[in-house]
C-alpha cells in the first residue's frame, strides 16, 4: 500500500498523522494481494476518524468486488 498524500493537505505532522491512521485502518481489512495507491486530498483533515472509517471500509469493499468481477471475467472463481 502507498500513500499520495500531497503538501496541500497540510503540514508534515498532519500528513503523517493521516498516512498513521490510513495504515492502520487498512490494516484491519483483508485486501487482496496487490499493489495500492491511496491518495488523499485536503478536505479528509476535516473528516472524525469515524467517518474516515467508514470511507476506508466502503473503499476496501469496493476493491473486493472488483476482485471478483474480474476472476469471473476469467472464469477463476
Known amino acids: 500500500m502507498a500513500f499520495a498524500i500531497g ?10 498523522r493521516l498516512r498513521r491512521r490510513l495504515r492502520m485502518l487498512i490494516s ?3 485486501l487482496p494481494p496487490g499493489l495500492y ?4 486530498r485536503p ?6 476518524f469515524e467517518e474516515l472509517r467508514m470511507e476506508v471500509q466502503a473503499l476496501c469493499e469496493r476493491i473486493r ?3 471478483i468481477r474480474a476472476a469471473q471475467i476469467r472464469g477463476v472463481t
Open 28 to 30: 484491519a481489512e483483508q
Open 65 to 67: 468486488a472488483a476482485q
Open 43 to 48: 478536505p479528509v483533515t476535516k473528516r472524525t
Open 7 to 16: 503538501r496541500a493537505v497540510g503540514s508534515a505532522v498532519v500528513r503523517n
Open 37 to 40: 495507491l491511496l491518495g488523499a
